[in-house]
Structure formats: C-alpha cells, structure tokens
C-alpha cells in the first residue's frame, strides 16, 4: 500500500472483516429469492437496518406494476416486494450511485438453503457472492467513507433492489431516477475469482408472443382449424433468421396444445434477444414486427407480442474507460491488479449506463459458481473489495469526478 496516503491509510485499516463476514452469514442464511415475497420483506428489513449507519433517509419503495403472461395466454400482475432507496446529502455538488440487490436465484423451496465453510477460505452458500457479500462490501465501504470524514461535498443515493436476479422490470424506474446527474455509479455484483472485473456487456431483451388460433377436429375437418402451434413454430424460425454476430436470438419454449384430436387454437412463444448495440435492438425490433405480421397473415392467425428490450448494452465508452482506471489505479496502490473483459451477461449496470453514467458493475466479493448450488464467495476478498471501494470513492469525491 506505498501508494496511500496517511488519510487513505486510515480509510482502508479500519474495515472489520469479521464484521463483514457476520453480515454475510445471516444475510445468506435468510431465503430471498425473487419470488419468495416473504423472504424478501425480511431480508430488507434487515438491510434496512444495517444501512441505517449511514446518514441520510432510507425508503422501502413500492415496485412498479409488472405483467406476465401464463401459459394460458392471459396477462396477470406479477408480484414484486419492495426496493431499498437510501438517499444522502442530495444537494452535495459531487453525487455517486450504488447498487445492489437483495433477491436470489434460489426460491423458498430450493434445496440449497445451507452455508458452508470449506477449508480453502471460502464459503458456499446461496447467494453468498451474488450478492449478499457484495452488498456487506458496499455498506463496509460507505462506512469507511463516512467515518473519516470530508463528506460534505459527496452526496449519493443506494438502491437495493428485489428483483435484478428476473430483470429490474419493477425497480427500472427507480433506477433511472436515481442514476441521474450522478459522476459515477458503482454496483456490487461479484467479480470473478481472479479478480476479473465485467466490462461491456450486451443487452437483453424477453419476449411472450401469444398465437391465437382456431380450434377444429383433427380428423373430421382439420381444415377449418388454425393451428396456433404450428404459427408459433413458423414465427421461431422466422426470428432465428435474424440471428447475426451482434444479435443472438433464442426461442426457448413455446407452450400450448392439447390433446392430439383437436387443432390448437393457442401458443405462447418465449423467446430471449442478446443485441450487441443499440442498432441491434432497432433491427430486432424490425424483425419482430416483420415476422409477426408474415406469419399472422400465412397462418390466419392473430398475434399478440408482450414484453420488451429491459437491458440495453453497456458499451465500454470514454466515461466507463476513465471509472475503469479510476478502480485500477486503487488497485494498485493496494497491491491488486484489476483487470477487466467483455461479458454477455446482463445487470442493472446495462440500466445505468443508459441513463448517460459511467458505472463499473462487478465491484461485488471475489467468487464464482453463482446460480448453482457450488456457489461460493473468497472471505479474504470482503476487506480486500471493501478498501478497493472505499478508496475509488475518496479519490472520486477528492477530484469530483473519476
């Protein structure tokens, strides 16, 4: 740490690791996964708490109105429990954003609902390293901030969302609000084991596609029918046909049908979009139009399209290059090499760096395995990303941007 100076040497000597691993610990041991409303609501009243150390007022915000549809066809609210919105010295002239999220991929029935300590110096547990160690490596950070003071020029807002792990649909709004006029956002998803930080990422984009058709006797006078699965079908291949390198496209399921005498007057195709850019999106969206309105008119079908693109691409443009050596540079100074690589997963960075905010995303604990039940998370990487952090975040309010 030859690098520091006497105040960034305080800053980073009094994070408590073991206080950091408590948190971890019976944050993990509570079951969050998005849907577990339940599990949910626990879990952030106890961020709630523990987040009550910083100053500034926290919010319990109500989710926005989802849909989904069921397998049925027909559109139904989707339940979402409520985002932790903490909001500090909004008037500060240098103002950061900081995100993370409290749900996991792991519902209430899950078999993996354990913690376990191995003797390699890491811990395997739900949600260990995605996220509830970022999160403990986040609140450690602000902690060490706020504690050696010189804060007044630094304002920041934190969200902690339920529902990043199935796509932000509830807390996009809340997101972009917060993002706005920020210098800087950091968000606390895992990095990799080596230390491996996310660059660019492409976008998302999921879609419910309802075929409606006309049910007939498959034997007696099939010809008066409009099979709705075969449409759905026709329509995957369609879209498929728009695959490029900077666009995947994956049909995924197609629900309905019924017994094999009747003609299958419904079908429901999902389908996942991967756009490289935002002309990508553009011509997806073109595609999907095209492709609709080709197999409504070949298969006398009507056709409905739900959902939309919820995470844009993240390209790594000059802002999130001048962030990015912000961090490596306080990496270096504390003895880390940060490197980072291009990713094809998405998060809530993809939604931060589209309101116009640089944002390094992966600033979480080191780990891997994450969405499986080998999930783990480094316990030496808690201090180490908590001082990487804390640090960033001193030279950011010391120069009043990255």
Request: charged residues 20%; hydrophobic residues 45%.
């Amino acid at each position: 740490m030859r690098g520091l100076s006497e105040h960034e040497r305080a800053l980073v000597e009094g994070i408590d690791q073991a206080a950091m691993l408590d948190q971890v610990e019976r944050w993990a041991a509570v079951n969050s996964g998005t849907r577990n409303l339940v599990g949910v609501a626990r879990i952030a009243g106890l961020l709630a708490d523990a987040f009550a150390v910083l100053p500034g007022e926290i919010t319990l915000v109500e989710p926005e109105p989802v849909e989904a549809v069921g397998i049925d066809g027909t559109v139904s609210k989707l339940e979402h429990g409520r985002h932790l919105h903490l909001s500090v010295r909004p008037e500060a002239p240098v103002r950061m954003l900081f995100t993370g999220h409290m749900d996991t991929v792991y519902p209430a029935d899950h078999p993996f609902q354990t913690l376990t300590t191995r003797d390699d110096g890491t811990i395997n547990g739900p949600g260990t390293a995605d996220m509830k160690g970022g999160l403990a490596v986040m609140l450690a950070a602000l902690t060490a901030v706020e504690r050696a003071g010189n804060t007044a020029a630094f304002g920041y807002d934190v969200v902690i969302n339920s529902d990043e792990e199935t796509g932000s649909l509830s807390s996009a709004g809340l997101l972009a609000r917060a993002a706005a006029e920020k210098v800087a956002a950091l968000t606390y998803e895992p990095a990799l084991a080596d230390g491996t930080l996310a660059g660019a990422r492409g976008g998302t984009g999921n879609f419910s596609i309802v075929v409606r058709g006309r049910s007939a006797h498959a034997g007696r006078n099939p010809e008066d029918g409009r099979n709705a699965v075969v449409a759905a079908a026709a329509l995957a291949v369609r879209l498929v046909e728009a695959r490029a390198p900077g666009l995947a496209v994956n049909p995924a399921r197609i629900d309905g049908g019924g017994p094999n005498n009747v003609v299958p007057d419904l079908a429901i195709l999902r389908v996942n979009f991967r756009p490289a850019s935002a002309a990508e999106i553009a011509r997806a969206q073109e595609a999907i139009a095209a492709a609709v309105a080709a197999v409504a008119a070949a298969h006398d079908v009507r056709i409905e399209v739900h959902g939309g693109f919820n995470r844009p691409p993240k390209p790594l443009d000059a802002g999130a290059e001048r962030l990015f050596a912000t961090v490596a540079e306080a990496g270096a100074d504390l003895g880390l090499t940060i490197g980072w690589r291009a990713t094809g997963g998405v998060c809530d960075g993809n939604n931060i760096a589209a309101a116009g905010v640089p944002v390094v995303d992966t600033m979480g604990v080191r780990g891997g395995a994450i969405h499986s039940t080998d999930e783990y998370m480094i316990v030496d990487s808690l201090a180490e990303r908590a001082a990487l952090s804390a640090l960033t975040i001193s030279r950011i309010i010391a120069k009043g941007r990255p």
